[in-house]
């Protein structure tokens, strides 16, 4: 325990650094953000465009420190199981490969199609004033919700590997996990329509089943 404390102690200040090093550089990142997923923001009180560029540098800190931080929760999930190693190793640095994949996913794909289909409800009378402190919360939320859910196999093995679930408990209950995977994808998305909640529950659902491969080709049962 108190190995983890100092880990969580050493990685929470680095995160504080990041943040304070990237917040000189938040201008120029949030003027990319904007450029990518909305038109014109706009603030409704003296401090919001100040903490909109801290959230958004506390977004990008934790983003780029995701490794430090995976290896911490694996190293705290995996001691009690005994994984170390070469498989820690590989546990972390598939977290991160597939975290950085949802990620990039939800930015240029799915948040794009999302607030356009949201904005496409304006009209000459109706404008969007998008406030710049909700547009921060929105997308990052949203990303970072991609992220966690795309890392679905590596947890999937890592469930199988210490023999809390197995491979053919997967496979019995593919129609549980589309159902769950549906009700996700409805929760996540940032709009409603089918074509959204697809473009999130089929590569979720393909992870799934890329999770039962995986499980297979290790022979775990």
């Given at each position: 325990m108190g190995?983890?404390?100092k880990s969580i102690r050493s990685l929470g200040i680095s995160v504080l650094l990041t943040t304070a090093v990237i917040f000189i550089l938040s201008p120029e990142l949030l003027r990319l953000v904007q450029e990518h997923l909305a038109d014109r923001l706009y603030f409704f009180s003296v401090a919001g465009p100040f903490l909109a560029h801290v959230k958004l540098s506390m977004f990008a800190a934790v983003y780029v420190v995701m490794p430090w931080i995976m290896a911490v929760l694996w190293r705290?999930?995996?001691k009690p199981f005994g994984v170390t190693g070469k498989q820690l190793f590989s546990f972390v640095l598939f977290t991160c490969l597939l975290f950085y994949a949802g990620t990039l996913f939800c930015y240029?794909?799915?948040l794009p199609l999302g607030i356009k289909?949201?904005?496409?409800f304006g009209?000459?009378?109706?404008?969007?004033?998008i406030?710049?402190?909700r547009f921060i919360n929105f997308t990052t939320l949203f990303i970072l919700a991609f992220g966690v859910i795309?890392?679905?196999?590596?947890?999937m093995v890592f469930m199988a590997k210490v023999g809390v679930l197995s491979r053919k408990f997967y496979e019995r209950n593919r129609r549980y996990a589309i159902l769950v995977i549906a009700m996700i994808a409805a929760l996540l998305t940032p709009t409603p329509d089918v074509v959204n909640m697809l473009l999130m529950g089929g590569p979720l659902y393909l992870l799934y089943e890329a999770g039962i491969i995986i499980?297979?080709?290790m022979r775990v049962q």
């Open positions: 190995e983890l404390r705290a999930m995996g240029y794909i799915t289909f949201l904005l496409g009209s000459a009378e109706l404008q969007a004033v406030s710049i402190g795309f890392e679905l196999p590596i947890f499980l297979r080709i």
